[in-house]
């Protein structure tokens, strides 16, 4: 295996010999695909990867030789990053900077841990809330809580895209821009 040191970059991007996106790799994990003729470079990111015998381009977006069936998770997992990401970090109430996780219909009274039933909320909004629904304060969500989809999250999951990802994952124009 290659002594491979990457210098910049966090992830690259692989895509199944068929383009349709799979998951996101380290650059490293990336180039040992490549050195091994496992996948082809697609896209390049800034910066080379040096190793004894090597000099390869750092890669960003890289495609493998062989197709690979795939068995999909239907489900995104619910963690805190994930709500803060699908709710864009902004309070549901009143759409100010969020830092808490609210249960739109409080647990203490049945309401479950589901992407349904759970919104990123300020520390304000989520104190005055308590134990009581939006509708009990006269209080509207802006949308319907719900499971996050698409290509784009079942490979990125919370993580940030990078740009040169956007030809490939189906990204909001928001986070593509
Ligand atoms: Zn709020």
Do not use: Q
């Not at 997992?77 to 219909?105: K, Q």
């Not at 989520?126 to 509207?140: F, I, M, Q, S, Y």
């Amino acid at each position: 295996m290659p002594d491979i040191r990457p210098t910049v970059g966090s992830g690259a991007l692989v895509l199944n010999a068929s383009y349709e996106p799979l998951c996101v790799v380290s650059v490293r994990r990336a180039a040992i695909l490549v050195l091994s003729a496992k996948a082809v470079c697609v896209a390049d990111g800034e910066g080379v990867l040096h190793s004894a015998r090597h000099a390869l381009p750092v890669p960003s977006v890289v495609r493998l030789t062989r197709f690979v069936r795939v068995p999909y998770r239907s489900h995104v997992g619910l963690s805190r990053r994930a709500i803060f990401a699908r709710d864009g970090w902004r309070c549901a109430y009143c759409r100010g900077p969020a830092e808490t996780i609210d249960h739109v219909f409080p647990r203490s009274r049945g309401g479950g841990h589901a992407w349904e039933n759970v919104v990123a909320a300020c520390a304000k909004c989520n104190h005055t809330k308590g134990d009581k629904t939006p509708a009990e304060l006269g209080w509207r969500l802006h949308s319907a809580p719900a499971a996050p989809k698409g290509t784009a999250w079942r490979v990125l999951g919370h993580r940030a895209p990078d740009p040169r990802w956007a030809g490939w994952l189906d990204l909001p124009e928001t986070e593509a821009a």
